[in-house]
């Protein structure tokens, strides 16, 4: 086991095929990316620890925060490498790959998040990187960072904090007092109409809640009692929804809207088997076999060592839950806030570590096959393992600068080299791509040039406008 502290920023530290931490000495990154093609971008650096050669297919997707350069949704591949980046002014969460109307498309919340409650809205891009939609929240809400999920009926799962008058003495505060109440909305993402919508203080007491209700700076605040952080739809058309402050997963009635059973917190309507209680969780899915997966993050207070993405059996007849499997971070990371868990089609698992800026890929038994992290004091509230093809609808970027051709394509995933031409087309040179950037040597006596990515097969699937080689 490695110490975290003593990690530096490395390039790729465990070649394909090879486990642990490797015994090459890699290139030290720099804790900020930067491109001579593109001098606007400024991601932050990834850091591949662990690479072995059975990964699940795709990309890692994740929105880096905090203590970035810059904020946005980003795309990078199994040796670190940035696919595509997207700074943005405002904050980005749930970066991810879903369906709308039968194509993939990427999806995130966007919008400006204080103290763990954003106010926002939801971004879906098509493969040309293209924005197609952008849903609100109904009813005067805002939309939340917390969710954002679609659903094969064409619509979205979307959370919202509102604060409301309400009697707080039950948990130690004012009579008349707030309460930050949580809603889901259920919206129509073609019309932007509400199908659906509940709240958590009608159906949940507040002193189910674990959160300790404090003055700040002499004042009461609102009563986060639920903090809603997740929704999932049943098969039978229910909600699932996690309540990090209550430690409890939700069944909702889809037609009334009536809590049907808890899972965990103070009122379980099942009995918790041995290593089943989760505590400030976050993320709770079903899965296809009937499962559930949760991340335990396990702290803020914290209440355990080290975080756990777990997979639980519900039985319902029985009204118990026992533990199938908890994968844990090679660090044993402990999340304070924030975090993930993605069940992968071929079985593998999937972690993003929150509040600590790693994310790691498990096989089914366990064993870590791809550990990597992104910088000390950043974060990102989910990260996910997916395939993608993306069709920048850009050309690809190229500059010139003393006898070389810098070139790039934000976002293209089927480059495979680049070839420099001059003005009238003519082949000057031609390199690989390994890395977002590729770097090409320009003859002598050249007045100018253009830049032309090719596929694994040779075929030109852009051309860079042509640039002239004067200093």
């Known amino acids: 086991m490695r110490a975290r502290s003593a990690l530096p920023l490395l390039a790729v530290a465990a070649l394909a095929g090879c486990g642990g931490h490797g015994a090459d000495s890699p290139k030290p990154l720099p804790r900020f990316l930067s491109f001579h093609s593109r001098p606007d971008l400024h991601p932050p650096s990834v850091t591949v620890v662990t690479k072995k050669a059975d990964l699940a297919p795709g990309y890692v997707f994740f929105a880096p925060k905090k203590d970035v350069r810059q904020r946005g949704p980003m795309i990078a591949d199994n040796d670190g490498h940035v696919i595509w980046f997207d700074p943005l002014k405002q904050g980005a969460t749930d970066f991810r790959v879903q369906e709308y109307q039968g194509k993939p498309v990427l999806t995130w919340w ?75 909305q259920e919206i129509d993402v073609a019309t932007g109409r509400l199908v659906f919508q509940w709240n958590a203080f009608t159906h949940v007491p507040i002193t189910d809640s674990y959160w300790q209700l404090m003055k700040v700076k002499g004042k009461w605040p609102p ?28 069944e909702i009635d889809h037609k009334t809207g009536k809590v049907l059973w808890v899972l965990g917190g103070k009122k379980s309507s099942f009995q918790m088997g041995s290593a089943t209680q989760f505590n400030w969780q976050h993320d709770a899915r079903r899965l296809a076999n009937g499962d559930l997966s949760v991340f335990d993050d396990g702290a803020f207070p914290k209440v355990e060592d080290h975080s756990r993405a777990l997979i639980l059996r519900q039985d319902m007849a029985a009204k118990k839950v026992t533990l199938v499997k908890a994968y844990v971070s090679p660090d044993k990371l402990l999340s304070r806030f924030e975090g993930s868990m993605q069940v992968l089609p071929n079985g593998h698992v999937f972690v993003g570590w929150g509040s600590e800026p790693y994310f790691t890929e498990f096989a089914k038994n366990g064993s870590t096959v791809f550990d990597a992290r992104f910088g000390k004091d950043m974060d990102t509230y989910r990260a996910f393992r997916f395939p993608w093809v993306g069709h920048p609808a850009a050309k690809p970027d190229l500059v010139v600068d003393k006898g070389k051709a810098y070139v790039s394509w934000n976002g293209a995933t089927q480059v495979a080299s680049w070839r420099l031409v001059d003005g009238s087309g003519k082949k000057l040179a031609d390199a690989k791509k390994h890395d977002f950037e590729t770097t090409l040597s320009v003859p002598k006596g050249t007045s100018s040039v253009a830049a032309e990515a090719l596929d694994a097969s040779g075929t030109v699937l852009g051309r860079s406008k042509t640039v002239s080689t004067a200093s």
């Open 223 to 250: 009563y986060d009692f639920f903090h809603i952080n997740s929704i999932d739809q049943e098969p039978n058309g229910n909600f699932l929804v996690s309540a990090r402050n209550t430690h409890a997963l939700y």
């Open 110 to 184: 966007q919008g400006r998040s204080i103290v763990g409650n954003g106010r926002g809205y939801y971004i879906v891009m098509n493969d040309r990187y293209h924005v197609i939609k952008t849903v609100h929240s109904a009813h005067g809400l805002s939309g939340d960072e917390h969710e954002f999920q679609l659903t094969p009926q064409g619509t979205a799962l979307i959370t919202s904090f509102d604060p409301i008058p309400g009697d707080a003495s039950a948990v130690g505060g004012p009579k008349h007092g707030t309460i930050l109440d949580c809603f889901f």
